[in-house]
RNA sequence: GCAGCCGUAGCUCAGUUGGUUAGAGCACCAGAUUGUGGAUCUGGGGGUCCCCCGUUCGAGCCGGGGCGGCUGUACCA
């Protein structure tokens, strides 16, 4: 078989592999989140992978395009069934499913894999994690005050410090109220109004301007390529922008800016007395430095219906070539009254938050946060295989290390000693046990201690000084061979 | 999807106006050293020069088409 007929092995576009430290880190992380959730009195809850298509969004895929933006596959009795998106959806089914037997208002929490069918790029994953909390059953904006104050208590306690982040809070019916005033509350605008949104969603990345030239005719981009816009007058334009920019130094400037601007509508002003009683709730549990009210988040999605929240990283770090490097949202979520109705004849209102925890991670990793950066932990301890017909000895070494709790193999390879120990070095083993003809003539085996050896490598020039002087490296009876690995390990890991 | 840039070893890249057997550094493997990681030295494995068609005596290089990657933009329920 020549080399081209192989086949190239590589991961698929927009998934990704992780390797043991990235692993150990990431859950070190989201153990941190659920003390988090659970502290707030959350509970766990799983949900398949899988779900019916149509439980998860509102189209079917059609025939022609099955996948657009979900994977999607047909069951033997055809139905269409599509990998999760996100974890609300699920979420929203679960609880229309096994309604009658949860306590309302039941406040959950996941954590798990999400699947998107789009293009991926940096930091844009088609397979990533989300950990979500939601309210499902409360009506109340205590439940989104409350949601908004424990995403500021998680990111506390993965490691961003206070002043480095903000929970962003805005109101959909504000935004809607806005809507009506320049004459897109009517059902017929509804894709237009999802073009606005969409437009100011892009706030942070393209600025004002870019906005403005997206609500209005369309913009073209540096490449050349043109966005067509949401084709809203001057006027119009205006009123928009004002909305975004209404906020003030204080959240109580920030409502009174945002009364202003939807005055005249009922719906407007019920969103604005709503975060005005969220601030108030903020402010009563001294939240109010960390927890302020933004009219530029509004959140792309559709089905928000009431408050809306974004966590937000505020500092800057320099990535490889000096650039600066903004994290900007890790998290988000907002009121979706509408999703378990879906399943219901009776309405039940919910409220949730996702945390991005692949853009987190990045992030907790550039701020140097002791829940991902802490110490790597040390390989196994590797029995080396000096002589093929002593291994039934060697692995009674590597069982009496296990039966003592030590982390412990036998080298089950072919190669010689130099390769043994190459081997072992590139496990980050703490240490090796060798016993060759000599030690055991003698009832003895050496422990070489790998940590402190690679200290003394750099004190000696020439090789056969390196393998003469065999540094860190000292004999003890067979019988003491816990009691002395025991000790080279707690000589670096305390 | 649209637009721009780019495809040579596992990685980063050289490769002259088109010329014979396509190179370097890093990484990997082995030896120097019967049984010791690092450093040094020596040697070795590894390539359909993204693919196909065309031009040419001759293509890594020129032309056309395709595929893939990156960046921006759109979509992201």
Redesign the pocket.
Known sequence: M???DKIKARAP?GFADRGPAEIAATERMLAAIRQSYELYGFEAVETSFVEYTDA????LPDQDRPN???FSFQDDDEQWLSLR?DLTAPLARYVAEHFDALPKPYRSYRAGWVF???????GRFRQFMQFDADTVGAASVAADAEICMMAADTLEKVGIGRGDYVIKVNNRKVLDGVLEAIGLGGETQAGQR??VL?AID?LD??GPDGVRH?LGAG?K?????F?KGAGLEPDAIARVLAFTEAKGATNAETIENLRTVVAGSARGEEGASELAEIAALVAGSGYEDRVTVDPSVVR????YTGPVYEAELTFQVQDEDGRPVRFGSVGGGGRYDGLVGRFRSEPVPATGFSIGVSRLFSALKAVKSPVVSGQETPGPVVVLV?DRDQIAAYQRMVSTLRHAGVRAELYLGS?????Q??YA?KRQSPCVI?Q????RERGEV?I???????K??DA?????E??SA????FSVAENQLVDAVREVLGRHFG
């Open positions: 020549s080399k081209a576009r998860l969004g509102k189209f657009e933006g979900v998106y998107r069918n789009e293009k991926p790029g940096p999802l073009t969409r892009k990345r393209l997206l913009r981009d540096e490449s050349g390529d966005t792309g999605l559709e089905y000096m190669s010689g000693m130099k390769a120990m190459k070095d060798i060759g003809s000599n030690e050496e070489k201690d790998l940590i402190e050896g690679a003394a490598a000696i020039a020439s090789n056969a390196w393998k065999r540094p860190a490296q």
